[in-house]
């Protein structure tokens, strides 16, 4: 298996642009999770889906943020619109049947917004 | 809340020398604990875990044991390596609220 795929894996952009990062999980899974990762806050849970329907996403930092899971291959991440601060790295991962299971991480997405 | 707390870091240490991280937790009803490594440049990937009281998790040489009784679950291994130098993730999932929380992080360095 090709594990989980993050895609751009740098992005740079502008204040106040859209930005959209892309996760497609581990074939199979039915657990979807979004992470941001800063040296300030650490790793933080921004939300995760199970079969497609978010579950829990009270770590979404604001109305700005928004992610959606169309499909079980696909699941995206909106920032719209960006600002400074959301400059970060972003993690998805993806695990099988539960948060008890391990949970298996793409390389990550680190966005620069200037 | 639930929580898990993790000694600061970093942690220095020479090769082959004894490793301690230290990790607590606060959880209601019956936690599922972990730790997770972070090499550089790269994502998460689970190290050990443990499901219930006085379970052993081990890995790659590095153990944790489950302790009930001092919430804790310190990750330790004998003899570290240059290559173990990374940054270490405790994790705890309550079952009875389906949260799922991280540690801030311990980044070790092991100097040859």
């Known amino acids: 298996d090709a594990g989980v795929i993050q895609s751009p894996r740098h992005e740079v952009t502008e204040m106040g642009q859209e930005v959209t990062l892309r996760c497609k999980p581990i074939?199979?899974?039915?657990?979807l999770f979004w992470y941001r990762q800063t040296m300030m806050r650490g790793l933080e849970l921004l939300i995760y889906?199970?079969?497609?329907?978010?579950?829990?996403d009270s770590g979404m930092p604001e109305d700005r943020f928004s992610a959606k899971m169309p499909n079980a291959s696909f699941s995206t991440l909106k920032i719209q619109p960006s600002e400074p601060r959301d400059s970060a790295v972003y993690f998805c991962?993806?695990?099988?049947?539960?948060?008890?299971?391990?949970?298996?991480f793409g390389p990550g997405t680190r966005l620069t917004v200037l | 809340g639930d929580s898990v707390t993790q000694m600061e870091g970093p942690v220095t240490l020479s090769e082959e020398a004894f490793l301690t991280i230290n990790c607590t937790y606060t959880?209601?009803?019956?936690?599922?604990l972990f730790w997770y490594v972070q090499y550089p440049g790269e994502g998460l990937q689970l190290l050990l875990k443990?499901?219930?009281?006085?379970d052993k998790g081990s890995n790659k040489g590095f153990e944790a044991t489950y302790r009930k009784e001092t919430t804790s679950f310190h990750l330790e291994k004998g003899s570290v390596q240059v290559s173990d130098s990374a940054v270490y993730f405790c994790?705890?999932?309550?079952?009875?609220?389906?949260?799922?929380?991280f540690g801030s992080g311990t980044k070790l360095n092991v100097k040859p």
């Open positions: 991962a993806s695990s099988l049947r539960g948060l008890h299971n391990e949970q298996f």
């Open positions: 074939s199979g899974h039915d657990y």
């Open positions: 889906f199970n079969n497609n329907v978010p579950i829990d």
């Open positions: 959880a209601t009803g019956y936690p599922s």
């Open positions: 443990a499901t219930k009281a006085d």
């Open positions: 994790a705890v999932v309550s079952y009875n609220f389906n949260k799922f929380y």
